[in-house]
């Protein structure tokens, strides 16, 4: 079941840098999406969302953009700080209060 | 801020043994599920429910497994026989506050380790 893709397991960033996540969906129907944050041994912490009548939405550091046509979102942190390290999932949500799908996750680390 | 708790964090068991995982979802919250996160895998769901009853299913979720909401704050897993495979994180979920976002908050986890 590959109708979430994180293509890029790591990612290395400079404390103050910008940390670009990426994530593509085949099912166009989609149109509820999410960004979760992930420690080791801890539950995934929700991050931010976008509902597909919009194309960004920012919270403080992270902002969300999505392309609709492309089926591709993408999730910037900015800056990036040491506490940022961590896995980020993208997860789209199937229909109203359905079951996630997640994306495989993308390991951040954000060196000083 | 209320969040969802599980219990216990870690539960070792043997293969054939019925285990019991418990979750308090936040409290106004209406939709509850489970997700298993095998090591070096994906986040998986199990099963969503609603109103008391099973809205959703995946396939991994079979006769062996079961989910109950025993008291209006408690919501369980249960694993009938567990099997090796089994040995995985296994996270409880809920969302649905009466608002049109459809964010699920995540206990957690417990840990199961079959032997």
């Known amino acids: 079941d590959q109708q979430v893709k994180q293509n890029s397991p790591s990612l290395s960033v400079q404390e103050g840098r910008i940390s670009i996540l990426n994530c593509d969906y085949t099912?166009?129907?989609?149109?509820?999406f999410l960004w979760y944050k992930k420690y080791p041994a801890e539950g995934p912490t929700f991050l931010i969302s976008?509902?597909?009548?919009?194309d960004k939405n920012e919270d403080g550091r992270f902002t969300v953009f999505l392309n609709k046509s492309a089926k591709h979102l993408s999730l910037h942190i900015v800056p990036s700080q040491p506490g940022d390290s961590a896995v980020y999932f993208c997860?789209?949500?199937?229909?109203?209060?359905?079951?996630?799908?997640f994306g495989a996750g993308t390991q951040v680390v954000v060196t000083p | 801020e209320p969040e969802v708790t599980q219990t216990p964090s870690h539960q070792v068991t043997q293969m054939g043994q019925e285990v019991i995982l418990r979750c308090v979802p936040i409290s106004n919250h209406l939709y509850f599920y489970w997700y298993r996160q095998i090591l070096g895998q994906k986040v998986e769901f199990l099963v969503s429910f609603y109103n008391n009853e099973i809205s959703e299913k995946s396939e991994i979720f079979d006769d062996q497994f079961s989910v109950e909401r025993p008291d209006g704050s408690n919501f369980t897993l249960k694993i009938r026989s567990t099997k090796l495979e089994d040995s995985a994180m296994y996270f409880c979920?809920?969302?649905?506050?009466?608002?049109?976002?459809?964010?699920?908050?995540f206990g957690p986890g417990t840990r199961l380790t079959v032997t």
């Open positions: 997860a789209v949500v199937t229909q109203s209060w359905g079951k996630l799908q």
């Open positions: 979920a809920s969302g649905g506050s009466g608002t049109d976002s459809y964010e699920q908050y």
């Open positions: 976008i509902s597909s009548i919009k």
């Open positions: 099912n166009s129907m989609f149109d509820y």
